[in-house]
């Protein structure tokens, strides 16, 4: 496994009384695309802006390509950032633009990021304030990879967008996601995005995290299950049961595989999608993961 | 930086300095003038050999009087530095969402805000010195003009708009704005509040400066000894600040001129008046503050509005730069330690292969265990 | 060599490009020599995560299909010809014998189709995550 990009240790964040962020422990692998996903309110965004600096924890420790955030130069230098509004200076051109990337950030690639534009079609002229809402987004994804950045942080960047920005904001982002060098954590409640473009992903609810691993392993290690209601118990007792509904004689479950497999032909066993799964974990904030073993003995 | 300053702010900047430019149109053109009139009827050499200037002053008075009314409004221009320079400095930037466009470049947060608080300062304190400079070369005739009834730069809305205060001022109507909108995250309330505030603040320290100092006291006979007499008019010199000027009885109560009038009606000569009142013992008493203080009243004024603008400004610091939410009291360890210790422990170990997913522990979810089979699972521990 | 995906076909995504370049192989779309997309330009159309096209790219190589070459992309090293028609026999036997039993079994056809269809899908899936 590649270095870890961002770890945290039961990091947590507070507004007053209340958690936006809680006991929150991570080790996200370098070198992917890693999904944050989570109803809203989550504490997606805090998370985001606790690794980019733009917040200091309440409580517990975040470090961000081996180094803790501080907010100066140097750790801001390696990370990329575009936030949910995709704010650029409304009065401000395109070029304008590039030129507040070029000055403010000393590792920027200029040539790079005016040929993604013009690839795009983007007009240096233009406005910031009159580009259309997926146009505004490709520029703040331009502004945000001219750094060349190790990580690049995204909150909800399909948001605001038509199905065909949002296309094409995927393409851009994968499109540079792909060269190799550079680290994506993105967060987004639109499962069908994170299905498609991330390969680790990290459920938040209600402020805790629930669920992180490599997407692959999640799928891998749960399974629906479809079954006579009076058998459940029996399953119970060698996995764990993240969600259940019952009809009758007629149970569904969505269950975490224990350490054997399910034997029992009565019951109908078949992979479960990353939408089931989500859905499952999400509608039951109580079930999480069991902490992760690397970070348990560092403890 | 500098860059970025000066095109995120330039209609700001420019605004600023036509309205200067405007105001300053206005007071050289009307300046020139009365510099011109002076000399055209020999005032200004009348005043130069210290003769009699009186009537020619007086004609001076009621040609280029009336401009002195509208100086009062004057005192409004550094708020326009609050409302406009100050207010939406931080205040826009939230509410546009740009302040996290800003502050994740490889700038880092203070240094984006000192370089931004140290221009809006400077420009403050140019415009602030200009204006000052301007208006007291444009001021300058009615001062010589003080010591035959004009107006004198120790007089209210006329100190405040020359001399060290308005720089003062201005800092501080910026510093508020500032901190205004870095706490409210608005800019209308921002604007709202440095109104508000400037306004109080500088009518406060207005009435400070009449006590700032122990006014000085004199005390003239009414008449005087060619025995013409004066009633209700103060009788120390017109370039100082007049701050109370009453008639007083023998035993120090004041009296208007009326009671006066009304005590002396018998008498029907100006001689007899005059003797009337001595011998009643009336006098006038002027309170004022001399002259010569308005150096000193300038000092401690600039020195207080620019302490106001400092606080001011740290608080804006405070506002902006991220710190930890704060705990509850008792296990606050202070600013410098919850900020060194993020940065100062031991790396975390690098993560190993994750092994396969663990026999895990009970789920706390009961819930639809329930439903399926009728029982909390979790009695079945204690059954029998 | 054009890639899609189809997000409801139960396959994982790798899994389909590997099977849409090995389709591609059998019918003589691909050739040896020719070069595959590179995952930049696969990830530029499909919006599909690179690693995704890597995993599938190493699975063809592990199958022996294409190779890296290094600097210059990953180019097709040998064709796949067609199951032979002795081993095409011998599997129609076999699946005429099971439709047999499973008749007997009293299974019907929409039966039969879901139990086939359930068990190629568990083989896909055992097959991927391995």
């Given at each position: 496994?590649s270095?870890?990009?961002?770890q ?10 209340r958690?936006?962020l809680?006991?929150c422990s ?5 070198g992917?695309?890693?999904?944050l ?10 998370l ?5 600096g ?6 517990g ?26 704010p650029l200076?409304?009065?401000?051109t395109?070029?304008e ?8 950030n000393?590792r920027?690639?200029?040539a790079?990021?005016r040929?993604?534009?013009a ?5 240096l ?9 997926g146009?505004?987004a490709?520029?703040?994804?331009a502004?945000?990879l001219?750094?060349?950045?190790q990580l690049?942080?995204?909150d909800?960047?399909?948001?605001s967008?038509d199905?065909?920005a949002?296309?094409q904001?995927?393409q851009t982002?994968?499109?540079a ?7 994506v954590?993105?967060s ?6 994170l ?5 680790y992903?990290?459920?938040l ?5 629930q669920l992180?691993?490599?997407?692959e392993e999640?799928i891998?290690a749960?399974?629906?299950?479809a ?9 119970e007792?060698q996995?764990?049961?993240v969600s ?7 149970a569904r479950l969505l269950v ?13 066993v078949?992979e479960?999608?990353?939408e089931e799964l ?13 902490t992760?073993p690397?970070?348990?003995?560092v403890? | 930086m500098i860059w ?9 900047a420019?605004t600023?300095a036509?309205?200067?430019?405007l ?6 053109l009307?300046?020139r ?5 002076l000399h055209?009827?020999g005032l200004?050499a009348c ?11 007086q ?7 009336t401009?002195l009314n509208y100086?009062a409004y004057?005192n ?13 400095l931080l205040a826009?930037e ?5 302040d996290?466009?800003a502050w994740?470049?490889t ?9 931004k608080?140290t221009a809006f300062?400077?420009?403050?304190i140019?415009a ?11 001021f300058g005739?009615?001062g010589q003009l003080?010591?035959?009834g004009?107006?004198s730069?120790?007089q209210?809305?006329v100190f405040?708009a020359?001399g ?8 501080f109507?910026?510093?508020?704005g ?5 706490l ?5 309330p ?9 306004l ?5 320290v207005q009435?400070?400066?009449a ?10 006979a009414l008449?005087?000894?060619a025995?013409?007499i004066?009633?209700?008019t103060?009788?120390v010199?017109p370039?100082n ?11 120090g ?11 002396c009606?018998a008498?029907?000569?100006p001689r007899g008046?005059?003797?009337c ?5 009336y006098?006038?008493l002027d309170?004022y503050?001399p002259?010569s ?6 000092a ?18 405070w506002?902006?730069i991220?710190?930890?939410a ?9 600013f ?11 790396a975390?170990p ?5 092994p396969?997913p663990?026999p ?6 009961p819930?639809p265990i329930?439903?399926l ?5 979790r ?6 | 060599m054009?890639f899609e ?6 396959l ?10 090995r389709h591609?192989?059998r019918l003589?779309l ?8 590179t ?5 530029a159309?499909?919006?599909i ?5 890597h ?6 190589e592990?199958?022996?299909l294409v190779?890296?070459?290094p600097?210059?992309?990953t180019?097709v090293?040998r ?19 099971w ?5 007997a079994a009293?299974?019907d056809?929409?039966d039969i189709?879901?139990?086939f269809?359930?068990?190629?899908r568990?083989?896909?899936?055992q097959e991927?995550?391995a």
């Amino acid at each position: 496994m590649s270095t870890a990009v961002v770890q945290t240790r039961r990091l947590g964040r507070r507004y007053g009384a209340r958690w936006a962020l809680r006991d929150c422990s991570l080790c996200l692998p370098a070198g992917g695309v890693i999904g944050l996903v989570g109803p809203n309110g989550a504490g997606k965004t805090t998370l985001l802006r606790l690794a980019v600096g733009a917040l200091r924890p309440s409580a517990g420790v975040i470090t961000v390509l081996g180094r803790a955030v501080t907010g100066r130069p140097a750790s801001l230098a390696a990370v990329g950032f575009v936030a949910q509004d995709k704010p650029l200076y409304p009065g401000f051109t395109v070029a304008e633009m590039l030129r507040f990337g070029a000055r403010l950030n000393p590792r920027w690639d200029d040539a790079l990021a005016r040929d993604r534009l013009a690839g795009l079609g983007i007009p240096l002229g233009q406005r910031a304030g009159r580009l259309s809402g997926g146009q505004r987004a490709q520029m703040a994804l331009a502004l945000a990879l001219g750094k060349r950045p190790q990580l690049l942080l995204l909150d909800e960047p399909a948001a605001s967008l038509d199905p065909l920005a949002r296309r094409q904001f995927f393409q851009t982002l994968m499109e540079a996601a792909a060269t190799g060098q550079m680290t994506v954590l993105l967060s987004s409640h639109l499962l069908d995005d994170l299905d498609r473009s991330c390969d680790y992903l990290v459920l938040l609810s209600a402020s805790r995290v629930q669920l992180a691993g490599p997407t692959e392993e999640l799928i891998a290690a749960h399974r629906a299950l479809a079954g006579p209601a009076d058998r459940v118990p029996a399953i119970e007792v060698q996995h764990t049961i993240v969600s259940a509904e019952a009809n009758g004689r007629l149970a569904r479950l969505l269950v975490r595989l224990g350490r054997r497999p399910i034997h029992d032909p009565a019951w109908t066993v078949r992979e479960v999608t990353l939408e089931e799964l989500v859905l499952a974990y999400m509608s039951h904030p109580g079930t999480s993961q069991p902490t992760q073993p690397n970070l348990e003995a560092v403890q | 930086m500098i860059w970025l300053t000066w095109r995120q702010h330039r209609t700001q900047a420019l605004t600023a300095a036509g309205v200067l430019a405007l105001l300053a149109l206005f007071l050289v053109l009307t300046g020139r003038q009365m510099t011109s009139y002076l000399h055209s009827t020999g005032l200004g050499a009348c005043l130069a050999r210290h003769g009699d200037c009186g009537s020619l002053s007086q004609l001076f008075e009621n040609r280029y009087g009336t401009l002195l009314n509208y100086i009062a409004y004057l005192n409004l221009l550094p708020l326009l530095a609050g409302m406009f320079w100050g207010a939406p400095l931080l205040a826009r930037e939230y509410e546009h969402g740009t302040d996290i466009l800003a502050w994740t470049q490889t700038v880092s947060r203070r240094r984006w805000l000192a370089v931004k608080l140290t221009a809006f300062c400077a420009a403050a304190i140019v415009a602030a010195t200009c204006f000052s400079l301007l208006f007291g070369w444009w001021f300058g005739p009615f001062g010589q003009l003080a010591i035959h009834g004009g107006q004198s730069r120790i007089q209210l809305n006329v100190f405040d708009a020359q001399g060290i205060v308005p720089i003062g001022y201005t800092l501080f109507a910026f510093a508020l704005g500032a901190a205004a909108g870095a706490l409210t995250r608005r800019t209308v309330p921002a604007m709202a509040i440095t109104a508000g505030g400037f306004l109080a603040a500088r009518l406060g320290v207005q009435m400070l400066r009449a006590h700032l100092f122990a006014p000085l006291r004199a005390v003239h006979a009414l008449v005087s000894p060619a025995g013409s007499i004066s009633l209700g008019t103060p009788l120390v010199g017109p370039q100082n600040w007049v701050l109370q000027s009453t008639i007083t009885s023998r035993s120090g109560h004041p009296v208007t001129d009326q009671a006066v009038l009304q005590t002396c009606r018998a008498v029907a000569s100006p001689r007899g008046l005059a003797r009337c009142i001595t011998a009643h013992g009336y006098h006038q008493l002027d309170i004022y503050q001399p002259l010569s203080r308005y150096w000193p009243l300038q000092a401690i004024e600039f020195a207080i509005f620019t302490t106001l603008a400092a606080v001011l400004l740290a608080a804006t610091v405070w506002a902006v730069i991220p710190h930890r939410a704060p705990r509850r009291l008792a296990t606050v360890r202070g600013f410098g330690f919850s900020r060194s210790r993020t940065e100062t422990l031991p790396a975390l170990p690098k993560p190993e292969e994750t092994p396969p997913p663990r026999p895990p522990g009970r789920a706390e979810s009961p819930a639809p265990i329930a439903a399926l089979t009728g029982r909390d699972p979790r009695r079945r521990a204690h059954h029998r | 060599m054009n890639f899609e995906v189809d997000p409801r076909s139960g396959l994982p995504t790798y899994l389909q490009l590997v099977q849409q370049v090995r389709h591609a192989l059998r019918l003589g779309l691909l050739q040896p020599g020719d070069q595959l997309p590179t995952a930049r330009e696969v990830v530029a159309k499909l919006a599909i995560n690179p690693n995704t096209v890597h995993k599938a790219y190493r699975e063809l190589e592990r199958d022996g299909l294409v190779g890296v070459r290094p600097g210059q992309g990953t180019f097709v090293e040998r064709s796949l010809t067609g199951p032979g028609y002795a081993s095409l026999g011998r599997l129609r036997q076999k699946l005429a014998a099971w439709l047999a039993e499973a008749k007997a079994a009293g299974l019907d056809e929409e039966d039969i189709e879901a139990l086939f269809r359930a068990a190629v899908r568990q083989a896909a899936g055992q097959e991927g995550v391995a």
